[in-house]
């Protein structure tokens, strides 16, 4: 497929960062060639997320709340142990990650809505458990939640992607704005940031603001209509921390909507991926200490069409390498590494729950590209590489369909 021609303007150096034009890439076509074939393997209930095992069999979570040990021949085991989720619309049991040291201890992460006391009130908890594989049974033991957002409420858009460093000893979690759009630019509380923490979920060392501490509560709002509506929220109860706020100290990156994509690029860039309302799904190279805008700016509109100021008027936040409106809607992001398509290796994939696609993004450095996308007719959740190179894809549905990718 020939790209487009979009008009890169000249590097400007800015530390390390190159500054480029922003491409819209929501109205590009797709290729109308897809050079692969989608194998139908088995079918679950609303998945989330694979995890691959070495051994090629996978890990897959259901929203709704349970976990099953899958064969690519479609076999499946259910895992005992999971943890009492929040199901409801965007909430419930989520992301599934092999932890660095699962070959020799065999830990894996979860991240899901914890319930509350409160009816219909919940937030973002990591746990960490050990996988125990049987004849016939899988099942975790020690599970400990880690991490947990203690600000109860209620919301979706908890976030919950997670990405270990490249030398495998921090964690970067997502945690969305939960709707209710101020948090993201409050530095007090976790929703709409990127944490970056131990791999036992303290703060990590070396963060910008590295041992502060926050404000001792904070007030509480329910999700409000729009950005507008959100300055001026009645605040539903005050939070009070037990024990020292560490918001701050846990803070690698704020301004984040919802943040269902986050990965590490070979040459060790993270890069992250976040719907917007309509319109403004976001591509961005992640740094240090940057504030991301939202929801102070963004390249769409409330969906009631309230208007949000552009990021153009705002040169001290950062914008994204890509947006898209429309919206493609992701569902993560992943980094290709394989033998199967040695032609995409080193490139980014997103899969989009809107425009029921699976997208390709060329990435050189800072620069990222839109390539090519290609509609699978069916909305897509979770792209993600297997053992020997090929794609599986997960479908967002209650009979949601658990897909291999092959070359044609």
């Known amino acids: 497929m020939q790209l487009p021609k979009f008009g890169l303007i000249p590097w400007l150096l800015l530390g390390a960062t190159p500054v480029v034009a922003q491409i819209n890439a929501g109205t590009l076509p797709p290729d109308p060639s897809p050079p692969f074939k989608l194998t139908k393997v088995a079918q679950f209930d609303l998945p989330w997320r694979i995890a691959f095992l070495p051994d090629g069999r996978m890990l897959i979570t259901e929203k709704i709340g349970k976990l099953f040990l899958a064969s690519q021949s479609g076999q499946k085991l259910e895992v005992t142990g999971v943890p009492p989720v929040l199901y409801e ?3 419930g049991l989520l992301g599934v990650y092999l932890a660095p040291s699962y070959s020799s201890d065999g830990a894996i992460y979860l991240t899901y809505s914890e319930p509350g006391q409160d009816w219909g009130t919940s937030s973002l908890a990591l746990a960490r458990a050990t996988l125990k594989i049987g004849a016939g049974t899988a099942s975790l033991e020690d599970l400990k939640v880690v991490w947990r957002d203690p600000i109860k409420g209620k919301g979706g858009q908890v976030g919950a992607a997670v990405a270990f460093s490249p030398d495998q000893k921090f964690l970067f979690l997502t945690a969305g704005d939960r709707q209710r759009f101020t948090p993201a630019q409050d530095p ?5 940031k990127i944490l970056r923490l131990t791999l036992d979920g303290k703060p990590a060392r070396g963060n910008p603001m590295e041992g502060k501490t926050g404000a001792p509560s904070v ?4 999700p409000p209509r729009d950005t507008e509506a959100a300055k001026t929220a009645p605040v539903v109860r005050t939070h009070v921390f037990d024990g020292p706020n560490l918001t701050p100290s846990e803070t690698w990156t704020s301004g ?7 990965a590490f690029a070979p040459d060790g860039r993270l890069w992250e991926l976040e719907h917007g309302p309509r319109g403004g799904d976001e591509l961005n190279l992640i740094e240090p200490g940057k504030n991301y805008g939202w929801p102070l700016v963004s390249y769409a509109v409330n969906y009631d069409g309230v208007p949000i100021a552009n990021p153009d008027t705002r040169p001290d936040l950062a914008k994204p390498a890509i947006y898209w409106t429309p919206v ?17 290796k080193g490139s980014a994939f997103a899969p989009g729950l809107v425009s029921r696609a699976l997208h390709r993004i060329e990435v050189h450095g800072a620069i990222a590209t839109p390539a090519e996308h290609w509609t699978v007719g069916f909305r897509v959740r979770d792209v993600e590489q297997a053992p020997d190179g090929a794609l599986w894809l997960i479908e967002d549905d209650h009979d949601g369909g658990l897909y291999r990718l092959t070359p044609k």
């Open 256 to 262: 984040h909507r919802t943040p269902y994509g986050l």
């Open 188 to 192: 007090n509380q976790p929703a709409g």
């Open 328 to 344: 493609l809607a992701p569902g993560n992001l992943m980094f290709y590494s394989g033998a199967m398509f040695p032609q995409w």
């Open 89 to 91: 619309r965007q909430n």
């Open 219 to 222: 007030p509480v709002i329910d």
